[in-house]
């Protein structure tokens, strides 16, 4: 089966505009500007630039993001990747209510991971919604690693959540996801744990009121990754990546 012509036929069904309403039942889009430093691997200064979409519909939910990365100490080798990644609810497939304790919804999990380089790779397997204090999403996917032309074949679990928390007349957004590859299938490539939250403030609603509610953030982002990109540590340089922040603009359309 051809992996990523699919993935990729679903990009454009699922990103299309929400013409039929009856099928989308929310989207969202966004740009993001990151500048960060104290990356390693790659040029410890970079700028990024990330497009996202979002959005949930009748089969379940689609999210996409697409980042162009400016290496300042190298600028011949800016980097670009992506991913695009929808997910089917067995709950909204078969009509039934699948809640059990903390579990909302149980689905089927897709990415595809694209870019410059050897990174292109499919990632499928089971994913549950959870129902946490706190949280107005908790997401926990478990893939199964197929790799093209690269050594990253074996297992990854990938929480992904958002919390947002009343500051002033404004509010404060925690969101993020972790990456954490385990199982390694090849000798080649070392388990790795990426960690990636954001810490947002709604400069917008601060400043032009409730209107304008979800459109304009500034904040940071941290960005933690042991064994960057499944590298060993008895490499002459540091793998480990453990205190590069960026600042933050993300504007929602």
């Known amino acids: 089966m051809n992996y990523k012509a699919a993935l990729c036929g679903a990009a454009l069904v699922f990103a299309a505009p929400a013409s039929a309403e009856d099928f989308f039942f929310w989207s969202d889009t966004s740009l993001t500007l990151l500048h960060g430093t104290n990356f ?11 497009f996202e979409h979002v959005n949930g519909h009748k089969y379940g939910d689609f999210f996409m993001f697409f980042d162009y990365i400016t290496y300042h100490d190298s600028p011949l ?3 670009q990747y992506g991913e695009i990644s929808p997910r089917f609810s067995a709950g909204k497939i078969f009509d039934k209510d699948l ?16 870019g410059k380089g ?11 919604d959870l129902a946490l204090p706190g949280f107005d999403f908790f997401q926990l996917n478990l893939y199964k690693r197929d790799p093209n032309n690269n050594d990253s074949e074996g297992w990854q679990l990938t929480p992904v959540w958002k919390a947002t928390f009343e500051v002033g007349q404004s509010e404060l957004v925690v969101d993020g996801y972790i990456d ?6 090849n000798s080649n490539y070392e388990e790795n744990l990426h960690i990636n939250p954001q810490i947002k403030y709604d400069l917008g609603m ?14 940071i982002e941290y960005d933690y990754w042991s064994n960057k990109y499944g590298i060993s540590d008895d490499v002459p340089f540091d793998v480990d990546q ?11 359309f």
């Open 40 to 50: 390693e691997v790659d040029s410890e200064d970079q700028t990024t630039v990330t």
């Open 77 to 79: 080798n800016d980097g």
């Open 99 to 114: 809640s059990f304790g903390i579990v909302q919804d149980v689905l089927a999990t897709f990415t595809y991971e694209f």
């Open 118 to 128: 050897n990174v292109e790779s499919v990632l499928y397997g089971p994913a549950v």
């Open 180 to 185: 954490w590859v385990f199982k390694s299938d």
């Open 206 to 219: 601060s400043l032009w009121g409730a209107e304008s509610k979800g459109q304009l953030y500034v904040g």
């Open 242 to 252: 453990e205190d590069a922040v960026s600042a933050i603009v993300k504007y929602h």
